[in-house]
């Protein structure tokens, strides 16, 4: 909830007119077959930093992203993340650019919004059959 509020406030501009970029939560893909042996890190899986697995954290990240035809996320940036220095933003980077991440409902094609990403060992994953 922290890192929301963080991330929102970093989203604002100093316009009072500007209008604040929503927030997603992230949807993720099925573990591939061959990333089975994760599936005790969650649906992060392979992704889970191993700084965060070694001190048994969880976290999350927020990413500012745009959202492209089709609903992939694209061009993602981290805003925010926590715990600090776990590298919970960089892993969300990269699960969002091999399209492991996306948002449900009915984000804005072509607009920028924001995208929570949680980090939780042991949450319910999915596998490819």
Known sequence: MLVTMMALALAQTPEASAPQQPVYDAAFRPLKKSERSYTRLGPVGPYYPQVAVDA??????????????????DKCKPVAESPANLNFAVAARVMADRKRIFVTGDPPIGEGVLVRVPFVIGAPATTEP
């Open 56 to 73: 048994r954290k969880n976290g999350e990240a927020i990413l500012s992203c745009r959202i492209a035809p089709g609903g992939e996320l």
